[in-house]
């Protein structure tokens, strides 16, 4: 498979003023390959969204770049990044917030068309809502007016209008019903067999992205610490991190394993080595000086760990 | 907003009694300042030259216009007194012999005129400066906002009072533009700029949260410009909030232009507004009281009326008090 988006080195701190710096996203390198699903995991606030947003271009990485189908589209302005937009779109959490509330959905479906100069936009929103499983006769109506789950297809409908290579969808279920949760998975999955869309899943729950994901990559504070083919990762865990987050997941045959131990620590003040080892059960006094890298480990994985769980 | 919300909020507002109440005021004091040339013909009076010598007539008899006072000496003259018939005089005369009823008709005129031209240049420099700040942000942002703040901290009065000491009399002389002593478009100029801090404000931080919301996100990521995100998604969000200002901004211009002109630095002679009918009639509180109330009173109807309004708009478009 080729590669469709390719991140190398990315770095995207903010400025909070007084000289403070949040790393938001730190040194992550990665690649989306032609119709692949990759999700993005991690606590909330550890950099995940902030990486998708970096991806498709909604905000300027400090440093690194971003490639799309082989060109480089990190620090392009607005109007040069425009045609790329059509090939990338967004699907946001929070689907009450994603429509403008004083426009109907069928206009807010139509914009992306109006903008790009499509023409058959009628027929363009009629296809996308059979699509996406809403009668027709919903665009005229205002996002008010829906359910959770109908907005949440509308937000699918319109990222998908432009014929996009690739969405990232930021928390696409999390803010819904779990009956309605999998309806919406159910959605993706289909969109993505009959499109070939590649997707960027961000997500937090663990359940969702094993459904959804051909590949995972684990983040903490910032960075990538584990990244390979889904179920590999989910039944296999190589970083203590992602078997962490794992074993807080509750199930019935098991009692749940002691939490780790403390909060995250702050992305303004890092901690120095290995970002995890302040609360890593398995931490070695190398740990807190020397940085991991990722690091290839077993088929097709790269784990950023000293000490991993599997070879 | 589309049409269909409109008739929602009407229909909504149309069974507060307090709003009917506030609607039907409004809308006498505009139509009876709108018919002021109306009443002067019929009544046959001038309210803007002086009549001291002038003589009407009442209930069959001829009176003076101005009495001999009552006093033991009968020295002085003090203007003819109300008889709250509807013909002319009805509420009496002022010092110079003018009927009082048509002067506060066509004060109301300059008044309304004044307040509602001010108000509207204000809400439209606010909105363009709650744009430019709370959209663009950065460097736009500060040097906006810290001329805002230097704006708000003078007092208003002193402010457009120092203003108008300036420009009235003079008039203004721009290169082309050239604005006469008594053109309204001053006081109108002036009243606007000093009320733009106040209605600034709230449009700005409606902006930035606006301009942080995921449906603007979603319109960049689409490759919308600025401009489209503004035209499209910011604007129509931001008309309810400009729509709860307007009544109030033009409650608060309303007592700016009275207060100017009621010092001689708004309306010039011989035009009127309640102002300058209220500055006649100070010299008369003790014999006509009637002709500095008449006008006074008009003015805090209209002000509640706008104020009652307003907070009627607020509640329902604005009911989380983003704009307060």
Known sequence: MSVLLEARRLEKQYRLGGGRVLHAVSDVSLQVHRGEALALVGESGCGKSSLGRTLIGLTHPTSGEVLFDGQRISGLSDRALRPWRARMQMVFQDSSAAFNPRRTVGESLAEPLRIHGRKNIRARVDDLLDQVGLARSVADRYPHEFSGGQRQRLNIARALVLGPDLLV????????????????????????????????????????????????????????????DGLEVLDRPAHPYTKALLDAVPRPDRPLPPPLKGDVPSPV??????????????????????????????????????????? | MG??????????LSVKRDVIFAIAALGLVVLASLCAPLYARMAGVDPFSSNVAGTTVRHGQTLDLMQPNDNPLHLGLTPLGPDWSASAYSLGADSQGRDVASRLLYGGRSSLLIASAAAFLCLCLSGSIGICAGYFGGWVDILLSRLLDILWAIPVYLFAISLSVVTVGHGIHLGFVTLGADSFLIPIGIIALVYVPYAARPLRARVLSLSRAEFVMAARGMGASDFRILRREILPNLAPSMVVLAPLVMALCLLAESALSFLSLGVQAPSASWGTLIQDGEGLLYTRPIVAIAPGVAIVITVLALNILGNALRDYLDPKGAGR
């Open chain 1, 169 to 228: 969808a930021d928390e696409p279920v999390s803010a819904l019903d779990v009956s309605v949760q999998a309806q919406i998975v159910n959605l993706f999955r289909d969109l993505r067999a009959s499109l070939g869309v590649a997707c960027v899943f961000i997500s937090h729950d663990l359940s969702v992205v094993r459904q959804m994901a051909d590949r995972i990559a684990v983040m903490y504070l910032g960075s990538i610490v584990e990244e390979g």
């Open chain 1, 269 to 311: 003040n890092p901690p120095s080595g290995c970002r995890f080892h302040t609360r890593c059960p398995i931490a070695q006094p190398k740990c807190a000086t020397d940085r991991p890298s990722l690091q290839p480990c077993g088929t097709g994985r790269r784990v950023a760990c000293h000490y991993p769980l599997v070879a």
């Open chain 2, 3 to 12: 049409e269909n919300g409109f008739l929602r909020m009407v229909r909504a």
